[in-house]
């Protein structure tokens, strides 16, 4: 593999220089005063959380996005980026963490896109990706359609379009979230062998397990700005972790346990396979009694998703029952479930949540289309769901103009509590939580936990799904992980610490980690 | 304050829009070497009786057809094929009709509902197609569309009766034709009585979508079908209840015409209702009220243009393209001021959150 | 390294050239069964090197709209006003022809076209307009143009009138000598297979106009462009990931421009062939619905131009036929009674569904039966042909569809990442 002559790894050299960037939307400051020096040859992780502006501050690096303020320095030279194709001339390649692949067309067309001046779009550009792909050992064919590829290797197509174009500074955003553990060893592994050669990477994520293991400098993000520089081995994790999230880290506080001994939630054997006969949950058996949080934890994509969507009646199950309160909904339809009083905080609440161009007060009938007080069955009760809507506005502290604003208008955190608020209303007996404080502010996250744990003494049970391992400890009664769509164990959020946890939901480190004949457990 | 803005958001796309194609058509004239003003004139003229009798009687048509192709709007479904299906419910309607298998007024009544149960039919092949195979509805209308056109020309041709140099359905008898209203001479013709349906399904249409459940099911999942799926609506059901009850108020669209003047499907039937009210729809932003002023202003323009031929040396088939560049300008238009309006309403709700709240958003926590 | 989602890979798979004997045979099928049906019914009309010319000629028209289609369609963009594009084609071929001869009027035909694209590029691509609420306006603007023009400026010129402007030149014709009188008189002894094979020799080599030449060429030329060029590459990639080519430097929107633009040249001159070859003379209305034929073929031919080819000529030869001979149509019964039965053997065989073997064969008797019970099939039915054959693909055939991933979604510019 041929080593960028040029960006060879002189300490005085800064690859990029951000000095006091700052962007803002219609309604959002999305960046201001950042600032950020990126050695060159070096592994730079750029950390934050979700919202803390790392994403539009990539996109400003890659040339998607103009900067309002600020300069950018690239090599020395000042540089203002007016498309991808400018930050592309100045050597800087990004790896998207949404792949932007074209699954129609071939591995080959994938690389050469945009790039065709190089070598063609023929036989030495086949040649070219070819002998890429063998130094890497990416073991990639040139002409196999994309979307016959698997995760793993389609980020791989877009690490591999990245060198095709001779990039020296490679943006990596968030490249782990759709990795399993050993992915992630192999892609560390191509990162170590890239920086050997000189090339300087920009390492995007919020797992600061992996940023102390990879990362040479260390940027923390916070509210659209930069809040403080680290280097791995002088920095422990708890402290980039109040970094990253302000002066006090929240932690949702424990209060007396109200479990009863009533089940209302009863799950056996719950079975899902997709189109191709693949499981994505199998033999899922769980209970929750009435005043109990159960916690689901698990990496994301190993079957969440799909057990809250089942047991909403939005998937149908391919074998298994499902109870609530002792009755057999199985064969229910999502709006009897509903009406049952099973309450659904979705983890996307853009596609599943609301009706972002309708006022507040419609987004209050979502859901509640056959029930009090939005409507009668037949009859959509308009004052009805206008006054629970100012209701649910005074007592979640939801903060909005009024109840005629339209939801989108709203911030994440708001229209969350506004979802948590119409979920609990109408006396639900179960409600699923999934991700119910992802991408909203501290103060909003707070409430909900409040709302949740409420709920909880007043008998309700929570089928609680968290990225977040201190949210699902402070909240949970009870623990179950999930890996590959199996529940593969349960643990006591009393005892058990995050790297428990951590570990239950890769399924012990030294497994492989092909999914599809795995059988044993962690 | 943000409904005063809406209600003006949408009244300034439409007005952005007329006055584009008003500007649009008198270019095109003025460059085939015409006078813009000659034609301004002729048809911003007061309408003549006649000429008002069959403005009324047009828009209540294209109002039923505009209403048929907006209630698949308004769930995101594209009927296009609101043109084959009247024409189906059309001759259906004719051949029961004229069979006069019961008397009088009952065979008006059994008319209209044979209409629209054959729209709804030939809609809902297009609305099982796309729940059951995926086909987009949008394809499979306008294939549905052409099949329509010839399936009735061969029927006419096979059982029609000739008169003339044309083929007609029987005649319907004199107790089931339904004479109208005249509002001036007689020589000025009469509103027809059915035009009153146009009124029953624009308040039923109002009701239904604002005021039911099921309404609040369909614009939700026109909205964001996957949230409505995530509230409880079945959307399949929903593509095929909504496609056929589109169908049926399509099967309405000619009824006044057909009771009140034609008497049988023949050489009198009119075309191309179905797209203009696709184009009306869309112009009144699938709102009845919106709807209304659409059909009023399509059917004024092809009214009022009649006398154009007579008066100046302008085709009248200008109108098409001031008709066409109406909908096409209006559709920009409510996309320009959409995302304007979007902006300007998330820095409002911004302002006065900072307005209300100076400190940090920390002040809440637990 | 094994992953995660190692996606089983579906049973399509089957790329590359591996087929090309598998299509030799099926067309060689074909041919034998085309012919056995001409001899056992003794419908010759059905393959008549006249026949054959004039399916050719009613495909052209076809064939332009549905290659408008592919192009915009490939960049993400659905074009449902290929109608009224083709409309507004009419009268530029016409204007143009009439003032300095056809070889310009099939610019002006292209270019009439082409502002038709360009409209409906305006309102889809810079203004994120919905693709068929723009398209539909378009055929609307485009039938009200063209009549409008015509009455403008055709009313008063020799052999124009308010719809019509007739005695225009074509382009000429081509005839190759030896090979077109050999051919026709093969064809006319009607032997077995070898009287078929000269009828379709004969119809490519006899008066064959040079615009049908064009418009064949220009599929090829589309096929070229649109996957051997890095151009190509480029406007097909907006069609299917618009964000990823964003990312990638693509200017997503000039591209996006650019096809819908062709595009509408693409089915203005299909409108042009009508005025100028397939008709003598500009008609108002004349397009009849071939635009939404063109979009029917298109979708018939999988966004392909070998399917649209195949496509195009199908709808054009039943088309054609119509018009023609009843009896032929008759005929026709039969043969598509062979090919389904044929079809559920192969099933059967092949891919073991023995279900859908069962449904063809029965479709196929249905169609014998019929065959057998009558003498005449309407002419209506011929009409429909197109629209029944496109609406059973998509009803029976949809999964093998593929159409460009992003296709009819409004992209917006910087919405990458």
């Not at chain 1, 750029?46 to 990539?58: D, Q």
């Not at chain 1, 979230?177 to 300087?200: C, I, M, S």
């Not at chain 2, 349906?197 to 005021?211: D, E, H």
């Not at chain 3, 092949?350 to 065959?371: E, N, S």
């Amino acid at each position: 593999m041929n080593a960028s002559p040029t960006a060879s790894p002189t300490a005085a050299t800064d690859a990029i220089q951000v000095r006091g960037v700052g962007k803002r939307f219609p309604g959002v400051i999305a960046n201001h005063d950042v600032d950020i020096t990126i050695r060159s040859g070096t592994v730079h992780a750029l950390i934050g959380e979700n919202g803390a502006g790392k994403s539009t501050l990539m996109k400003i690096l890659y040339g998607v996005q103009k900067p309002d303020d600020g300069t950018l320095v690239v090599g020395g030279e000042e540089v203002s980026f007016g498309s991808p194709t400018d930050a592309i001339a100045h050597g800087i390649g990004m790896v998207f963490q949404h792949f932007m692949l074209a699954d129609n067309l071939t591995v080959l067309e994938n690389v050469v896109l945009g790039a065709e001046k190089i070598h063609g779009i023929g036989d030495a550009a086949r040649r070219r990706i070819v002998e890429i792909s063998t130094a890497y050992g990416f073991d990639l064919d040139p002409d196999e359609l994309v979307e016959d590829l698997g995760v793993g290797e389609r980020q791989r197509v877009e690490i591999l379009k990245v060198l095709y174009r001779g990039a020296k500074i490679i943006i990596l955003d968030e490249p782990t979230a759709v990795l399993v553990p050993q992915e992630v060893d192999a892609l560390f592994g191509n990162l170590r062998e890239l920086k050997a050669e000189g090339h300087t990477i920009l390492f995007i994520s919020h797992k600061l397990d992996e940023v102390l293991a990879i990362a040479d400098d260390i940027t923390v993000m916070r509210r659209g700005t930069t809040v403080g520089e680290a280097h791995p081995g002088e920095v422990t994790k708890r402290e980039l972790a109040e970094l990253m999230v302000g002066s006090e880290l929240p932690t949702p506080e424990k209060t007396a346990s109200t479990v009863t001994d009533e089940v209302q939630l009863e799950i056996e054997g719950l079975t899902l396979t997709d189109a191709f006969g693949r499981d994505l949950l199998s033999g899922i058996d769980l209970t929750i009694h009435k005043g109990e949080v159960l916690g689901i934890a698990g990496v994301e994509g190993n079957g969440q998703a799909e057990l809250v969507e089942t047991v909403m009646g939005m998937r149908k199950p391919t074998a298994g029952v499902i109870r609530v309160g002792g009755e057999d909904i199985s064969d229910w339809d999502t709006r009897e479930r509903r009406e049952a009083g099973i309450g659904y905080i979705p983890e996307d609440r853009h596609r599943h949540g609301l009706l972002l161009d309708a006022p507040l007060w419609e987004n209050r009938i979502l859901g509640f289309q056959s029930r009090e007080p939005a409507s009668n069955g037949f009859l959509i009760n308009r004052s009805g769901a206008r006054e629970d809507t100012q209701r649910i506005v005074e007592e979640y502290d939801v903060r909005t103009p009024g109840i005629d604003t339209n939801s989108r208008a709203l911030s994440g955190g708001n229209q969350q509590k506004l979802i948590v608020g119409r979920e609990m209303s109408g006396n639900p007996v179960l409600v699923l939580a999934a991700h119910p404080t992802r991408g909203v502010d501290v103060g909003a996250q707070a409430a909900i936990w409040g709302h949740i744990k409420k709920a909880r003494e007043e008998g309700l049970a929570v089928l609680l799904i968290s990225a977040d391992l201190d949210e699902l400890i402070g909240l949970s009664d009870r623990i179950e992980v999930i890996l590959r769509g199996r529940l593969v164990g349960e643990f006591d959020p009393q005892t058990v610490t995050p790297q428990d946890l951590g570990s239950a939901m890769t399924g012990g480190a030294d497994e492989p980690a092909d999914d599809q004949t795995q059988e044993d457990r962690a | 304050m943000t409904a005063v803005r809406r209600v003006l958001g949408a009244l300034v796309a439409p007005l952005v829009a007329v006055v584009a194609a008003m500007a649009i058509t008198s270019i095109v004239i003025m460059a085939s070497g015409s006078s813009p003003g000659d034609f301004w004139e002729v048809i911003l003229e007061p309408p003549a009786d006649r000429t008002m009798v069959n403005i009324v009687n047009q828009t209540s048509m294209i109002f039923l057809s505009a209403l048929a192709a907006a209630i698949g709007f308004r769930m995101n479904l594209f009927n296009i094929g609101v043109e084959g299906q009247y024409q189906v419910a059309s001759y259906a309607a004719a051949v029961t009709v004229g069979a006069a298998f019961v008397p009088g007024l009952l065979n008006v009544v059994l008319g209209l509902v044979v209409a629209m149960v054959a729209g709804a039919a030939w809609a809902g092949i297009a609305g099982l197609l796309k729940v059951t195979r995926g086909v987009s509805e949008v394809i499979s209308t306008i294939m549905l569309n052409a099949i329509a056109v010839t399936l009735v020309g061969y029927l006419l041709n096979t059982y029609g009766i000739r008169a003339g140099n044309s083929l007609r359905t029987t005649e319907i008898p004199e107790s089931s034709q339904l004479a109208g209203f005249t509002p001036f001479l007689d020589r000025d013709g009469s509103i027809w009585t059915l035009s009153i349906l146009a009124v029953v399904a624009g308040i039923g249409f109002s009701f239904l979508l604002n005021r039911t459940s099921f309404g609040f099911d369909l614009r939700a999942t026109g909205a964001s079908e996957t949230a409505a799926v995530a509230s409880g609506v079945k959307v399949n059901r929903m593509v095929i209840i909504s496609m056929m009850m589109s169908g049926a108020i399509a099967g309405l669209i000619w009824m006044p015409a057909f009771f009140g003047a034609a008497h049988t499907y023949g050489s009198t039937f009119q075309f191309q209702l179905g797209f203009t009210g696709i184009a009306v729809a869309l112009l009144g932003r699938n709102r009845p009220l919106g709807i209304v002023f659409g059909a009023l202003l399509f059917a004024f323009l092809n009214e009022q243009s009649n006398r154009l031929t007579l008066l100046t040396d302008i085709s009248q088939n200008v109108v098409q393209i001031t008709q066409g560049v109406i909908v096409l300008a209006v559709v920009v238009a409510y996309e320009v001021v959409r995302r304007r309006q979007q902006a300007a309403e998330q820095n409002a709700v911004k302002r006065q959150l900072d307005a209300a709240k100076p400190s940090d958003d920390k002040a809440v926590t637990a | 390294m094994s992953t995660l989602t190692a996606t089983p890979a579906p049973p399509t798979s089957q790329r590359a050239g591996q087929n090309y004997w598998m299509w030799l045979l099926v067309g060689l099928g074909v041919l034998v069964a085309v012919s056995a049906v001409r001899v056992i019914t003794g419908a010759h009309e059905i393959d008549t090197p006249g026949s054959l010319r004039a399916a050719l000629i009613a495909t052209c028209p076809i064939l332009m709209a549905a290659l408008g289609g592919l192009w915009s369609e490939r960049a993400g963009v659905v074009n449902i006003g290929l109608e009224g594009q083709m409309i507004l084609g009419t009268w530029g071929a016409a204007y143009f022809t009439y003032y300095y001869g056809p070889w310009v009027g099939i610019l002006g035909a292209a270019l009439l076209g082409a502002i038709g694209g360009a409209l409906h590029a305006l309102a889809t691509v810079t203004f994120g307009v919905d693709h068929i609420v723009s398209g539909v306006a378009i055929n609307i603007i485009g039938l009200g143009a063209s009549k409008f023009l015509a009455e403008a400026y055709f009313a008063n010129l020799q052999g124009g009138g308010v719809r019509q402007l007739t005695g225009l030149d074509s382009p000429p014709s081509v005839t190759i000598p030896g090979l077109s009188d050999g051919a026709v008189a093969l064809a006319d002894q009607r032997w077995f297979v070898i009287s078929d094979v000269a009828s379709v020799v004969a119809a490519f080599t006899t008066r064959v106009n040079l615009m049908t030449v064009l418009c064949f060429a220009l599929v090829g030329v589309s096929a070229y462009v649109l996957w051997k060029t890095s151009f190509g590459l480029r406007l097909r990639s907006c069609g299917e990931n618009p964000q990823a080519a964003e990312s990638l430097g693509v200017n997503v929107l000039l591209y996006k421009w650019v096809a819908v633009t062709t595009s509408g040249a693409m089915a203005g001159i299909g409108g042009g062939f009508l005025a100028l070859v397939a008709s003598s003379g500009f008609v108002t209305g004349q397009t009849n619905g071939r635009g939404y034929i063109g979009l029917a073929a298109m979708i018939f031919g999988n966004w392909r131009p070998s399917g649209i080819l195949t496509g195009s000529l199908m709808f054009g030869y039943t088309d054609s036929l119509r018009l023609r001979s009843t009896g032929a149509i008759h005929a026709l019964l039969l043969l598509v009674a062979i090919g389904l039965i044929a079809f559920a053997v192969w099933k059967l065989v092949k891919t073991r569904q023995t279900v859908q073997a069962i449904v063809f064969a029965v479709a196929g008797g249905l169609f014998l039966l019929w065959f057998l019970a009558t003498d005449a099939v309407p002419r209506e039915f011929a009409g429909m042909t197109p629209y029944l054959a496109t609406l059973l693909v998509l009803a029976f055939a949809s999964q093998r569809l593929r159409m460009p991933k992003a296709d009819g979604q409004v992209y917006r510019k910087g919405s990458a990442g």
